[in-house]
């Protein structure tokens, strides 16, 4: 498939973050959103559009995606829901809509998910990573510089985490990762998104395992479904390859973003 | 831990069906509910319940199931969706939350509720319940040709539902107790611990309607289905627990027969590829 929207285009130049965290359930333009109804989908068909952007930006029924973890933290998950109950001050809320700090041709700039049926109760993330030091604390939960040289291999100091809660029920829709609050906050780095690379080496984002898998835990990367995955275990997740993901069961899951420049 | 026989879950029948189909989303308690939040979740811990019931009827998290079709019937999607916009007056719309349903099943001990989930991410619409769609669906689906002598089904007892599920929507875990069939064929005395009854096994197959598309998820077991072609057909094994979705795209059409397959009816697969 001929891609012909460059992540570049895609991201462009992400404002900066609002200050108030909750401005984004506040504001949400989902949150004030009429349900799509089968009828309004058979006569609207707003999932061409979706299609079509998705195969603008490289989407295809045929590409395959092996994943296998590159290697193998020791966390321990009841320190991560510990950090959550103890740092709701500095948790992002939101729904899968455009955020105050987006830019560029995205699904989420022209609004695709919410015409197609998305909506402020099928989409509902909570993160930690971008709001107070949110993102040192869960660097360290994660392991010592030591661990994050010898087994993450991501530059410690100007890496970017999400810690990613989803509950059951709630979705993540096709999209792919474009890096946009890491480039933002490194631009002394020369960040070149569509040639993933940067001044201190190739940029990468990593997706760290908090929970076992358990069932209805889906992340389908380009036509392939990840494997039942450990806690610890760490996957790359090649930019910019097209993904979604949900927790469809009944446990918690917990996942942890890393975006970053590779040092190894 | 000890499996519960589904027969001492299930012993009671399922309750009939509102007459008018607009009451289950008008009296829905999940329209009502409000929503679970993280820090909800991690103080109550709802999906423990769900999942020792989850546990003692049979889910485990090992067994692998390998789907493969058996059998592939002509299908055309538009006919499908033109039924659909023709009979919307017959459209049962309904959330993952207890209605008719009876005896001990994570929707009579409202589960999923508790778990998060809600009618903005449950939404299902179905026909074969309603008005005459049951008629129509058999004969869109190829009729007594299809249905008995190729898929094997007595045609007079099989029950077959056409599901919609948009964007967003989400089937959670459980398994088939099939039991609006079992409330309309009781002079089968049907055993739902061994799913056979006078005449022969009871099956549920699945047929897709539409092709499979980025993020249409059916996992049973603790497998995932291939990306299926429409007019697939695959066999759902008894009692084993699955859930569905479509976080992706576009629209998510399957089929479901349930009912009884009799050996006898089965056309030997060479006859009906001359057919």
Redesign the interface.
């Known amino acids: 498939m001929e891609r012909k929207l460059k992540p570049s285009q895609v991201m462009s130049n992400y404002k900066n973050i609002p200050a108030d965290p909750k401005i984004y359930v506040r504001d949400s333009l989902m949150a004030q959103q009429s349900?799509?109804t089968?009828?309004d989908?058979?006569e609207d068909r707003p999932?061409k559009d979706?299609?079509k952007w998705?195969h603008d930006i490289g989407?295809d029924?045929t590409t395959e995606y092996e994943a296998k973890p590159l290697s193998q933290l020791d966390i321990n998950e009841q320190d991560f829901?510990d950090f959550?109950?103890d740092n709701?001050q500095t948790c992002q809320?939101k729904f899968y809509e455009r955020r105050p700090y987006h830019n560029g041709v995205s699904e989420l700039t022209m609004n695709l998910?919410m015409k197609?049926?998305?909506?402020?109760?099928?989409?509902i993330e909570?993160n930690w990573g971008l709001y107070g030091d949110s993102n040192q604390k869960v660097k360290e939960l994660l392991g010592s510089r030591q661990v994050w040289e010898d087994k993450i291999g991501i530059d410690y100091d100007t890496a970017l985490i999400r810690l990613l809660?989803y509950?059951?029920?709630?979705?993540l829709?096709?999209h792919h990762d474009n890096l946009g609050n890491w480039c933002r906050n490194n631009k002394d780095l020369n960040p070149d998104i569509d040639a993933q690379m940067c001044d201190l080496g190739p940029i990468k984002r990593y997706l760290v395992m908090i929970t076992d898998w358990?069932?209805?835990h889906?992340l389908?990367f380009q036509?392939s479904?990840f494997p039942?995955w450990k806690k610890g275990e760490v996957y790359d997740l090649p930019i910019p390859q097209?993904h979604?993901?949900?927790n469809?069961?009944?446990?918690?899951k917990l996942t942890c973003s890393i975006s970053g420049a590779a040092t190894k | 831990m000890a499996l519960f026989p589904k027969s001492t879950l299930l012993s009671k029948k399922y309750n009939d069906l509102p007459g008018d189909p607009k009451e289950l989303v008008a009296n829905s308690v999940m329209a009502n509910s409000p929503?679970?939040t993280?820090?909800d979740?991690?103080n109550n811990r709802p999906?423990k319940e769900?999942?020792t019931y989850?546990v003692s009827t049979g889910?485990d998290?090992e067994t692998e199931y390998k789907a493969k079709p058996i059998s592939r019937i002509k299908i055309i999607p538009e006919q499908f969706?033109m039924f659909?916009?023709d009979n919307?007056e017959h459209?049962e719309?309904k959330y993952y939350e207890k209605t008719y349903q009876a005896g001990v099943n994570e929707l009579t001990l409202n589960?999923?509720l508790r778990?998060?989930?809600?009618?903005?991410?449950?939404c299902e619409?179905n026909w074969g319940e309603y008005g005459d769609t049951q008629k129509k669906l058999k004969l869109l689906l190829g009729g007594k040709e299809t249905i008995e002598d190729e898929l094997g089904f007595d045609y007079d007892t099989a029950s077959v539902r056409l599901l919609?599920y948009?964007?967003?929507?989400?089937l959670?875990?459980h398994f088939d107790n099939m039991g609006n069939w079992f409330k309309k064929n009781q002079g089968l005395n049907p055993n739902i611990d061994n799913m056979t009854c006078d005449l022969g096994d009871i099956k549920r197959y699945f047929i897709a309607i539409t092709e499979w598309?980025?993020?249409h998820?059916l996992?049973i077991a603790?497998s995932?289905f291939p990306?299926w072609k429409s007019g697939e057909v695959y066999d759902i094994p008894k009692g084993v627990?699955h859930?569905s979705?479509n976080?992706?795209?576009?629209?998510k059409l399957t089929a479901s027969i349930t009912g009884v397959v009799k050996e006898r009816n089965k056309t030997p697969p060479i006859l009906s590829f001359l057919r």
């Open positions: 349900e799509v089968l009828w989908f058979l999932d979706y299609e998705a989407s029924l829901i959550m109950r709701k809320k998910p197609c049926g998305y909506n402020e109760r099928n989409t909570y809660a509950l059951p029920g709630q979705i829709p096709w358990h069932w209805g889906v389908q036509n479904y039942r097209p979604c993901s949900a469809m069961g009944m446990r918690l | 929503e679970v993280l820090e979740f991690m999906d769900y999942e989850a889910a998290l969706e659909m916009k919307m459209c719309k589960l999923p778990c998060g989930y809600n009618h903005r991410n449950t619409y919609a948009l964007p967003g929507q989400i959670p875990w598309h980025w993020g998820v996992q603790n995932y990306r627990y859930l979705a976080i992706g795209i576009r629209l």
